[in-house]
């Protein structure tokens, strides 16, 4: 399971897209999100796709990659195809078997809101495969700091986020442990009857937060034990710079919303 | 049950780039009855080996055979579960799959799931709360109550609980005290003795192995070193100490009184009491030191 999902997970590299400053890229795919919703004809899609994959491109993560990471995703965007394809009635009907009809429409609708799902998911997959999880939490702190002044506690927020992507590949591990002991014990996770099931995940997921309960308590222990008092001034070991690339590739989101606002119909 | 490994490989993530080797070319056996332990660096592969005996990995090739049954790639996991029974397995940190409201409910969990009547578990409970020393009023307390050691000899019982040929342990003593690592060490060996039940230990203590153990087999980087008794074993102690490990300390010992006075020791000195008698007979002979 583990080897599918992509989606969280950073592929080191040097390439432009991951030398970007993390808050340009939350922007970037923040705006970029916004803006999918603007297209609304073959032109403006095929522009914010070709947006998409340059972005890709330029990150130089293997698209093969990239796809097999997509693979999970493709049943959701095959049913919304679907869903469109049988549910929309305008235009002409193109196709009929039965009481079903396809019209034009449908087609056209189906073909577009898959394709907004897949460049979507494409856009944020981008952003965590090139970004490490310390940076989306700095980026995040950083663009909300002026938050801090209305009393929101923007420090604490991007602390508990860095703390939950922390311990996500340890909960995974500690899954796998526990699973393995029950299974020494008899408990099957693959079948039986639903009550054995439940069993089984009980038999998992009692000593899943107890372990975690612990951990949390121990890792707060930890940090007081070494001063930590929140984000009251304290300093970073990595320190945010904006370069003028990362204003290139703004400019680049604004002369596409530009452009969408001319080409939608 | 004799147990026997041949030619197994064990490929984590196979078929991916993240593909690593952790077991090659391992071929051993390990006979019926025998107290055996398994000693190697972090990362050796004892902890891959040691989940091949119960199928809960199953070799990328080759074959294991546990007493009637044949382990390969191809078996299908369903047909694994008769075999879990049969073979025990504690792993590292027991405590940490305790899940249930009552301790007596936990140790029963165990053989419920093989199909036990509960009257009978319940029964193996009592027995077994007391085997491992603790008093039966546990029973009806929450096992989250409990301090860690007294935790991990319930777990200890939910394992023994399902009556196994084979009982596998997983550096059971780490963590506790000296005084409780001891208590448990004895508490397996007299199993063994009692029940003829064959025993694998992965320890990472040299101490426990000599004392304990018939055979010790000896990983390194994914394949078995060495194999043998004890004795042989720690006769070179330059040889282990290339691979990161050592002999105990009372061969340590009888190793360096060897070397400064210029006699031989003829006891392999193995334990604690083997040394005393050892150097009480060299006093004997009148060799004095």
Redesign the interface.
Known sequence: MTNHLIIGQYVPGHSVIHRLDPRAKLLIVFAYVLIVFLANNAATYALLSLFAFAFAALSRIPFSFIARGLKPILWVVLFTLLLHLFMTKEGDVIYQIGALSVYEGGIKQGVFISLRFLLLVLMTTMLTLTTTPIEVTDGVESLLGPLKKMRVPVHELALMMAISLRFIPTLMEETEKIMKAQAARGVDFSGGRFSERMKAIVSLLVPLFISSFKRADELATAMEARGYRGGEGRTKFRQLAWKPVDTVFLAAVALLFALLCLLRS | MDIVFEKVEHVY?AR?P?ARRALYDVNVAIRSGAYVAVVGHTGSGKSTLL?HL?G?LQPTSGAVKIGEETITSHKR??QL?PL??KV??V?QF?E????EETVEKDIC??PL??GVPEDEAKRKARELIKLVGLSEDVLVRSP?DLSGGQMRRVAIA??LA?EPEVLVLDEPTAGLDPRGRKEMMEMFYRLHREKQLTTVLVTHSMEDAARYADEIIVMHEGTVWGHGTPEEIFRDADKLAAIGLSVPETVKLKQQLEKRFGVVIPSPCLTLEQTAEAIQQLFAKGERP
Request: net charge positive; glycine share 12%; hydrophobic share 40%.
């Open positions: 993530n991916s993240l989940q119960n809960l996991p369903k579960k879990r029974k025990g397995v792993f027991p940490h799959q305790l899940f969990f165990g799931n093989f989250f939910g394992v399902l």
